[in-house]
Each structure stands twice: as C-alpha cells, then as structure tokens.
C-alpha cells in the first residue's frame, strides 16, 4: 500500500487480509498489536468514507449551473 | 327481451352510439402510441396547418392527420415517402372515419440515413482505439454522482426513488438537458462539461462538497430517433473526454448506442445504473460490523495465544535449574557408574592375567621336574649344584626327590658325555 491514504476499496482489501491473517494465527504479540490497529484504523477509515457520500441534492438546470460556476470563477 | 330494451325508450341516437365506438377505440391501449410503418398517400398540407393523409401498403390503408404544430415534419416527406410514424387510433364522430392521429413521423429514409452514420462513427471509433481504452474503475463507494438526464423525467424520478432506497441521501447533483430533439446534444455535451467542473477538486472545494466522482447520462426509452442524441459524434467525444467514470443509461434493455460503446459502463436502462454503481448502504454497514467483529475476535485470540505461550514460558523457567540439576546429578551417576564398571573390567582381566600367570608358574616349578624323576643336587650350604666344576671327590651334597632328600658323597667326576 502507498503512504497516501488508501481508497475505500484499497482499504477494504486490506482489512480482509488482516482479518485473515489474525484468524490464521502464529504470530507475535508486537504483531498482533500492529495489524489489529491498522485493521482498526482502516475500519474507521472505511466508516468515515460512507459517511462522506452523504449530502445534499443539487438539482439544477444547465443555464443556471453555468451562471454560478461562472461567477465562481471570477 | 333483453334489460337493454327495458330501459331505452326507443333506437340509440347514432351520434351516441358512434361516441360509444369511440371510446372504445380511443381507450384501447393497444391503439395508442403505436409506431407504424408504411407509404404515404393523399399528402396534403392546409393553410390550417394541420396535415392530412393516408398510410398504407398491399395489405391495407387507413387515413392519418397530423395536428398543427404537434410534430416537425420532415420537408422531404412526399406522396409515395415511406414513413415510419407513432399514433395513437381516434374516431372521427361527425364523419364516422376511424383515423390516425400522428405525434411524430420519419422518412424512413432518415432514419437509414441516421443508421449509416451511426455505423461510420462506430468504425471511426473503433480505428482509433476508443473502443480498445482502459475503462475508468467505478468508484466502490460514489461520494458525489452527477446525473445528467432529462430535468423533471421519469428516468430521473426512478434514479432519485432508487438512490434513496439503497443510500439515503447519497449527495449528487442533477444536471437537467434536454435528452431528445435537435438540441439535444449540444445540450448533453454542455452538462457533460459541467461535470468536468464539478469533479475538479478546486472547483468542488470552493463549493464545499467533494468533487464529482462518477456521471450518470441517463434517459428512458423511446423510439431510435428519440435516442439519436446519443449515437453522435461530439455526445461521444464527451464522454470520452470525462475525467471520471461515466456510466450510459440510456433506452431500454435492447438499444445498444454509441454513449453506450464508449462509456466506462453501459446500463441498460437508467434504473439498472443505480443497481450496478450505487451500493446498498446497510448492506455495507453490515460488511463492516462485521470485519469488526471479526478483527476483534482474531486478535483477542491471538493475544490469548501469546499470553498462553508466556504462561507455558514461565512454568518452564521455574522448573529450568531443577531439571538442569537432575541432569547434571544423572550424568554424575551415569559417570560413576561407568567408572564403576571400568574399574571391574580392569580387574578381573588382571586376575585372568594372574590366574594364567600362576598356571604358568606352576607348569615351570622345580618340584614337577623332580616328580618327573629328575632330581636336584645342593651343595651343604643349599646351593644348587648345575655343574661338575667346582666339585670335589668326597664332597657331601644333598640329592633332592620329589618326595624327600638324602644326603650323600661325590665320588668320581667325569666330565659330560665321558660316563
């Protein structure tokens, strides 16, 4: 994974492999500890990404949309 | 007599009775809104501005009005134009004429036309290479869907109704363009623009949302010429000009159209786009708690484990010097044991040693000789005597036996051999 914040399907992906490997078993406490926090990490990550989607509902017509994207222009 | 009798004072009026057929006709859904196709005869255009005709083949004709304004009609429509029209069945009570009543017409020969340049953009397309792109991945999670789409249509309403249905207020922002007639690709391309600028990340930060991340260009179904907006050229450079993901949503299940070749995903129909790019909120939600659950479980094991391993770690350290001491003392046992047993070896093979030694001792002992019959000669004083030399005529010597000695006197000497 890169240093830049995964995207929500990077982040899912990873998750399933910390899951996997924790179910798995055999390793160390220090181990443990760091997957069972990135996991941790990830999931609040993955929840906050829900959350973004949520807004509110433009519903615009072309010429107006035009005017004020113009005018945000300026 | 039948109840129908009882109750009318005498014979049907025919005007009631021709407004009776009529209804019939006019509420038969299978008479409204058919496309028909056939020859245009009897064309005649009034200074009313309606237009009369009739459309027929070998089989059959039927009269055909097209009321003022209601349709552009093409000027190349003519006695004998094969057309293609969509009307709906009405009765025309004062003359009795069951007739077609036309909301569009085609010459068939545009619409041959309109399918050979679709064919020629496809080709043009497909050399060079838009067909062969790598699609744009649809976001698994879309935090801001454009939909262009007719304003106030019912493709839009059914995207709207699905959105909330799978995720309550998802943000999107809807661009409404005219999806049919000859404006409406240069209207499509316009919206298409917009959302260009809104999936810029400035642009979007200075509105204070988060940037566009996937478009929908949806419209419902209609007749091939209602769609043809999508099967031309600058709608298509559009689409392959977006920045993000783009799904086409256009017609029904069938239509297949140019939108749809060069967008990142077709849908089939507009609602088919929501179900495949719009995921189910709870659906997630439940995938996540259950991740959770699932990391928590795995790693309170896998402590548990390690806590175990500790556990067993300890007790094995308490016990450690004990079990390292009781293996040194059995070493020391094991040691002394096998000293032991050298020790032994060693001397019973010394004793063999003596034991044949003596037997040897034995076998040599001057006794064994004298019980041979041999018998040993000593001077007075003990010495014994292996030689003539140095003895003397007269000289007393003691004769041993093996069973007794006697004393007694030399006589004569003689050297050895002389006897």
């Known amino acids: 994974m890169s240093n830049d914040k995964p995207t929500y399907s990077e982040a899912v992906q990873r998750l399933e492999t910390i899951v996997s490997t924790l179910e798995r078993g055999g390793m160390g406490l220090d181990e443990t500890l760091k997957l069972y926090e990135e996991g941790a990490e990830l999931l609040t990550l993955c929840k906050h990404e829900l959350a973004a989607a949520e807004g509110k509902l433009n519903e615009l017509q072309l010429d107006e949309i035009e005017t004020e994207l113009e005018s945000e222009k300026q | ?6 109750v009318t004072t005498g014979p049907l009026p025919i005007g009631q009775f021709v407004q009776m057929v009529r209804r019939t006709v006019i509420q038969d859904p299978l008479f409204r809104n058919q496309a028909l196709k056939g020859e245009v005869t009897q064309w005649k255009q009034y200074a009313s501005g309606h237009t009369y ?17 209601k349709c552009i ?48 953009l496809i080709e043009q397309l497909k050399r060079e290479g838009e067909f062969d792109r790598a699609r744009r991945p649809i976001p698994p999670v879309p935090k801001h869907i454009a939909l262009v789409t007719g304003a106030g249509s019912a ?4 995207m709207q109704r699905l959105i909330e249905n799978r995720w309550p207020g998802l943000r999107r922002t809807v661009i409404g363009v005219l999806v049919q007639g000859p404006k409406a690709a240069e209207e499509i391309v316009r919206g298409l623009a917009i959302t260009r600028k809104l999936s810029d990340p400035k642009q979007a930060e200075k509105r204070g949302e988060p940037p566009v991340d996937l478009v929908i260009l949806g419209r419902g179904g209609g007749s091939p010429e209602d769609l043809w907006a999508f ?13 993000i993901p783009l799904v ?31 995921p189910a909120r709870n659906e997630i939600e439940l995938f996540l708690d259950e991740m959770n659950e699932r ?10 484990d390690c806590r175990q391993v500790l556990a067993v770690l300890q007790s094995r350290l308490l016990v450690a010097p004990i079990i390292g001491l009781n293996r040194a003392k059995g070493e020391v046992i094991k040691l002394s044991a096998r000293l032991k047993m050298a020790a032994h070896q060693s001397l019973a093979r010394q004793s063999t040693r003596l034991a044949q030694l003596e037997a040897s001792l034995i076998a040599i002992h001057p006794q064994r000789v004298l019980e041979r019959g041999y018998s040993m000669t000593q001077s007075a004083d003990g010495t014994v005597l292996s030689s003539i030399i140095g003895l003397k005529s007269g000289q007393d010597v003691i004769l041993n036996f093996a069973d007794g000695s006697a004393g007694a006197q030399i006589k004569k000497i003689n050297s050895e051999g002389k006897k």
Do not use: C
Request: hydrophobic residues 45%; aromatic residues 2%.
């Open chain 2, 1 to 6: 007599m039948s109840s129908r009798s009882d």
């Open chain 2, 53 to 69: 005709f009739s459309l027929r083949d070998n089989d059959g004709q039927m009269n055909a009005v097209i009321w003022k304004g």
């Open chain 2, 73 to 120: 009609v093409d000027s190349s429509i003519k006695e004998g134009s094969e057309v293609v029209v969509l009307a709906s069945l009405d009765l025309y009570a004062k003359r009795g004429n069951i007739q077609l009543v036309v909301d569009k017409i085609e010459p068939v020969s545009v619409l041959g036309e309109l399918e050979k340049k679709k064919r020629e």
């Open chain 2, 155 to 158: 493709a839009l309403s059914d």
């Open chain 2, 231 to 243: 099967n031309l050229e600058p709608v298509a450079r559009a689409i392959l000009a977006s920045p």
């Open chain 2, 248 to 278: 086409s949503a256009v017609g029904h299940e069938s239509d297949i159209l140019v939108s749809d070749l060069v967008a990142d995903l077709r849908a089939s129909t507009p609602s088919d786009a929501i179900e495949r790019v719009v």
């Open chain 2, 295 to 304: 990391l928590t479980i795995a790693s309170r094991r896998q402590m548990a």
